[in-house]
C-alpha cells in the first residue's frame, strides 16, 4: 500500500474511533489507563529489547551521548511513565461537564458541556515517554490521538504503543483510538498534516526547528509554543531580598527550559544597589550575563550585549540584563523582544503591579514569583500536554481542559421561534 | 506601492493598534461605538451617495435583483446599524474578566484573565452592514480588525470606514484598530491571509465557495461553518403536537437559512400516524418532500429521495424525510450527513433525550426545541459575529467572549520553585 494511502487509513480509522471514544463513560476509560499502567511495568522486557535496538542504532549513527540518554528507558522511567498514567485516571474526566447554564425568557434552558476535540495528532522528537504521557491525556479526555515520534525511538515507541493498543482494547476502548506511525519514512509526517478531514489539532513538541516546519506544512490548526524568551522586571518598589531569589530561581533553578528567565529588566531608580547584589551572585553560580551600557556602568564586569542578546533563548547559564527608566519602557521592551510565553513582576507598589498584569498580555503573567512556575502542574492543572503560545483556543500551559470544546445544549418543551 | 506592501502596512499597523486598544477601558469603547452610531445617522447623505455608485454599478453589471436588494442602504437599514452599535454597547466588556482564580498549597494564586484575541480578519460578502456589525463587536472585545468586504459594496464600505475610523479615533481609539481595505483587487485577500505575524485569526462570512477558498490559502487560523444540515429527529415518544409545530417551524419560520432543518428523521414507531398529520401540512406550505421509501410507502404522495439529498444544503422549501429503526440509527444518520451545526430531538423519554444530548456531538444539540434558536441572540449571548462548526476555539454561534482567550495571572509573595 502507497504510504500516502496508509496514513489516510490510520488517520479515518482515527475519527471513526474518535465518536464512540467521546461517549466512553469515565471508568472504562480510567480502567484502560490503569491495565496500561500495569502492562508497562509487567512487560519491562519487552520494552527494554525495542528499547535496546534503538540505542544500537543511534550508537552506530553517532548520535550525542545526551540524546541517547533521553531515548534511554531503565527501569526508573518506565515505572515514571506508569505512575504518570496513574495521575491522569485520578484526575477528573472533563467530558460531559456542564461549565454554564442559563434560563431564557421564553423558558428555553441553555448550557455548555464539554466534548473532546475528536482527533489529536502529536508529532514529537526523541523522547519515548511521550508517547505513553500524550496517549494518556488524549484517552482521559476523550480524544482519538496518532503519535508520531522522532525516527531514533522508532521501535521504543511501536511497542509502547503496541502495549497501549492491547490493553486499551481489551479495556473496551474503541480500536483506532491509539495508533503510532509505523514508519521512519519522513513523507508520513507531510501527509498526516494534509488530514484535515479527520484530525481536529496537530499538537508538536520539540525545538524550534521542527515546530517551524509542522505548522508551515499543515492544514490542521496546530497548537504551538516556538520558544521562550521570558523576563523579570524588577521595578523600583521591588522588595530587594524576593527580588533576588526570585532572579536566581528564575534563572537558574534549571536553566535548559522554556520557562527560565532570559533577560533581566531593572528600574534605574534601583538598578545601582541591586546590580550590585545580584551581579556578583549570578557571577558566583557561573553565569554569563550581558548587560546595556547603564548596566555595564554600574558593573563593569558585565559583557556588552547585542541587539540578538534581547530576544534570545540561551537555554543556558547565559542571561541578557537591561536598566529601564520605568514601567512603560519595561512594558515595550517586553511586547517588542518576548515571546509571549511567561513574564513577572518583582514590586511591592499596588498599582505598578496591576498595570503590569493588565498590560502585559503574554499566556502567564505573574507578580512576585518565579517565572519557572508557568507550568500545568505548578498551577495545579494536574497535567500538561504542552504550551500554547498563541492566542487562539488556548494560551499557556494546556492540561485537560484544553483538549476539549463546549458545544451548546438546550433543554425545551416545545418552544418554537416566532420572529 | 506595491499591493503585497500594502497589505503588510495595513496588517502591521492592526497588530500595533491592538496592544493599546486591549488596554482601552470600556468607557472610551463604548464612547467611541456611541459616537459611530449617531454619525451614522448623522451622515444618512454621505452614506447614501457611496451606496449609489455602488448600487449604479451593479445594475450597469447586471446583478440579480436580490443581490442589490442586500447591497442597498435604506435610511432604516442605516438606522438598524446604529441600533446594532448601541446594543453592542449594553453589553458587559468581557476583557479583562477572571474567569476563575485558585490558590495552590504555595500560596500563589492563579487565575485566567479574558484578554482579546488580537487582530481580526473579517472576509465578507455584499451586505455592507456586515462592515459596521463586525467592527462594533470587535472594538467592544478589544481587537483590531480588517475588514474587506465584495467588491460590489466597496464604496458604502470604505465609507462606512471613513466615518468609524474619524469617530473611533476621535474617541481615544488608537489609529489602525478599524481598518477597510481599500481595493477591489482579488490579490489583497490572498495576501492579507498570509500575514500571520500581524493577524491572530480570519472569519469569513458568506456562502461555502468563499468559506473554502478563504481556508484553502490562509495561513492564519480560521473561524468558520460550511453549512447548516440541521435535522429534527421524531423519538417514538414524541408528544405528536410539539413534534408537529417543532418541525413546521424549524423548516419554514424562515427558509434560506443556516439553523433551518433541512432533513427530518422519523421513528418507525409513530412513522405512520405522524406523516399522515406532517405530510400534508408540509405540502399545504408549498414544501416539496423527499423521502425514503418507508416514508413513501405510508405517503406517497412524497417524491423519492436520492443519496445526495441526506447532505444537502437546501435554503429553501424543500425537506428530506427519513423512517429510522431506532434513536442508534438517528445518530448514525446525523454523525454521516450532517454538518455539526444543530440538531433537534423531540421526545418525551427521559433517558433517550438524554443519550442524544451525551451523544450527538454537533455544536448545537437540542431537546424538544426548534433548531431556529440556534443563534448568539438567541441564546442571550448578546450578539454573533458568526457561527463555528470546527471545534478548536468556539463551536457554535460566537459571542463577544469568543473573540477573547485568558491569560494566566499568578499573584505571589516572592515564591520561588524548589523542584
New interface residues.
Partial sequence: MELREEIVQIAAKAKKAS?DL??LGSSAKDGALESIAGALVDEADRIKTANDKDLEAAEKNGLSAAMIDRLRLTPERVKAMADGLLEIVALPDPV?EVTRM?T?PNG?R?GR?R?P??VIGIIFESRPNVTVDAAGLCLKSGNAVILRGGSEAINSNKVLGDIMIEKATAAGVPEGAVQVIPTTDRAAVDFLLEQEDYI??IIPRGGEALIRKVVERSRI?VLKHYKGVCHVYVDADA?P??AR??C???KL?RTGVCNAMETMLVHVGIAEDFLAMIVPAMLEQGVELRGCEITRDFQPQVKPAVEDDWSAEYLDKILAVRVVEDLDMAIDHI?RYGSDHTD?IVTENYTIAQRF???V??????????T???DGF???LGAEIGIST????????MGLEELT?????????????ES
Fill in positions: 465518536r467521546s461517549s460531559g442559563w431564557r428555553l441553555i458541556m466534548i476535540l475528536g481536529d489539532v490548526p522588595n531580598k524576593k531569589e526570585i536566581m530561581n528564575a533553578q511586547r513577572a498584569i493588565r498590560e498580555d503574554s499566556s502567564s503573567v505573574m507578580v512576585n514569583a518565579s519557572r512556575f508557568s505548578q498551577y495545579g498563541t492566542r487562539l483556543h488556548a494560551y499557556g500551559p470544546t463546549t458545544k451548546f445544549i438546550v433543554h425545551g418543551d416545545g418552544q418554537i421561534r
